[in-house]
DNA sequence: AAATAATGTGGAAACGGTTACATACTTTCA
DNA sequence: TGAAAGTATGTAACCGTTTCCACATTATTT
């Protein structure tokens, strides 16, 4: 690889002259500038980003941690934010957290090693002492914890959106299935949702379930053995949906005669469920894109206007709600 | 943050002892090596990463390059890759390539500005004239091209297992989708699966798909109204497989009696369909570990005993082929 | 025409590590 | 006991950039 030195000596100059033609930074004699474009161009010389990033104390990298790009939620976001910061010339260091505080630490850590300039995780660290001295912008994705910048989608609208949409479709026996409740935003949305039923003469039925598909398996098998009557799931998530939609078609209950179901996120396969899902859309790609852009803005110091961006949600009405009566 | 030289102060010695102790490397009287690690230890220091690569011409940083996180078929390899390199020390940059040239260069550029020390790249590059002047160690991943090492698995195997259990389980009128010709694998298989068929008295049909959800329902539409008599679906990937699956459905097909759908891949969503689909599986986590640790042997300049990784395909029996006659 | 401002350029010091080399002190052993 | 080998440590060069500063030249103003 050349360097600019050797771009220097082909165009007869000094490396401070190449160094501020390239960056357009300084003086520069329009001759000069041309041999030195020439020289570039000759050497196909690409400027080394370690040494930059070691002089000017930072980099052209961002940190990603999420807690699992296995999980159908994330490609999204990540997509997001991915394509937003390539365009502005930014990589992507990326780390799967697993929900776990000492790899989110190592990942942070490591990332600083590395001068990234920026920091976009998706975390339910609750005291967050990982960012009280934290030295780079960040922004929290999907979740919120205090003081940082976030960005998330209304989880009480979501909530209580679910369970509206229930009730207005005549369900008389609901389970709402809660996910981990260490998941600030998984909770919210179920303290919503009950929330609008418990003013309401339907029996409410609550259920736990991991988020994945293993621990939403689990759940599916026992919905059906406590509750054999029950004729509506808000679910925590679509896997959860899902799998609880397959297990009553699978006992032959009618969707959504008998039962109806509505998943959470709106993920790309819910559409190729048959029925296909009804659901709570969360945009993630667009809320990948705002922390990106976020993010930017506070890399450039530019003043935020809200701390929070919150996203509206809405209701995709597919195959596994009844026409509203 | 604090630096070496900060370390070195704080125990009383040059930074060339720090780095020594720090590395382990040359000599340090166990005496000195204490102070320094309860300076390192009090400062809370930790070694600028990017001063390192600069000298040492090669960081901690691998490049990842993927067609599209977003595809469900990539994210599980991605964790593959991710959890191998995270326990080696290891972190990736990452990037979605869409399978464009110009952006994978683009990568490719920018990663090499970060002395990243090797690359997994899934990709069709046919005449590769990227990799020819490649100065760092890359494997291909799920794709095939030339003189580099490349993980994969066996398409003959998949094409050939597909075709065979549909003939094995009574179809008489197969319509083989065929993916994108310019991905190789997945022209292997069609390939693969047409020379079982041709050689039999099955009805065939060829219809081509994007292997994206658009390109699915596209096609999905397609087949019945142009062969409504098929009674079995050969799919390239889970996605085609699940939207055809559904539109069978939709119109009232009972599956598998009357249709059977097999797909490629095994992405986690199929089996929350219902019937759940019957697809051929691709170890993607495994090949993901299986192609970063291949990356690691290179990087540690061990030798290679085989060019090529291919991983044997199985078949996942689910509810969209039927019992074998 | 002299003073001042603007332009153009290069030398050298950073940035924060690693390592070759020089030097000094201990051991070991013939 | 003295040479050789082993141990311990520091100085300084280096990795490839950017930028401060000094200096020289040219253009502009008075």
């Known amino acids: 690889m050349a360097t600019i030195r050797d771009v220097a000596k082909e165009a007869g100059v000094s490396v401070a002259t190449v160094s501020r033609v390239i960056n357009g930074s300084g003086y520069a004699h ?11 161009e000759k050497l196909q010389y690409k400027p080394n980003e370690v040494a930059r990033s070691l002089y000017k104390r930072k980099s052209k ?32 260091i990326f780390g799967n957290s697993d929900e776990n505080r000492k790899k989110e630490r190592e990942y942070l850590d490591t990332f600083l090693q ?31 914890a205090g003081h940082l910048p976030a960005v998330y989608s209304d989880q009480q609208q979501g909530g209580r959106l679910a369970a509206e949409i229930l009730l207005a479709r005549g369900a008389k026996e609901i389970t709402i299935i809660r996910g981990p409740v260490e998941i600030k ?21 609550i259920l736990d379930s991991a988020l994945s598909y293993q621990g939403a398996r689990k759940c599916a098998k026992e919905v059906f053995v406590k509750y054999p009557d029950t004729d509506g799931i808000i679910a925590c998530n679509d896997i959860v949906a899902a799998t609880i939609l397959q297990e009553a078609l ?3 209950k009618r969707v959504p005669e008998d039962i109806q179901v509505i998943g959470y996120d709106n993920v790309s396969f819910t559409a190729l469920l048959h029925p296909a899902l009804s659901t709570i859309q ?23 206007e809200e701390i929070h961006t919150v996203f509206p949600v809405s209701f995709i009405e597919r195959g596994t709600t009844r026409e509203v009566e």
């Open 30 to 40: 329009e001759d000069t500038r041309k041999a030195v474009i020439a020289a570039v």
């Open 282 to 304: 969360q945009p993630a790609y667009e809320m990948g894109t705002k922390a990106a852009e976020i993010l930017i803005k506070k890399i450039n110091q530019e003043k935020l």
């Open 250 to 252: 699978a006992m032959g």
């Open 185 to 205: 935003t998984v909770y919210e949305r179920y303290l919503s949702a009950v929330s609008v039923l418990e003013d309401t003469d339907v029996k409410v039925h």
């Open 114 to 144: 590395n001068n990234v300039v920026g920091l976009i995780i998706s975390t339910n660290e609750q005291d967050h002492t990982i960012f009280d001295n934290l030295t780079i912008p960040a922004v929290l994705l999907d979740r919120t």
């Open 61 to 92: 990298l961002v940190g990603l941690i999420l807690p699992d790009i296995t999980n159908p939620f994330f490609p999204e976001m990540a997509r997001g934010i991915e394509d937003y910061l390539q365009r502005e010339g930014y990589r992507l």
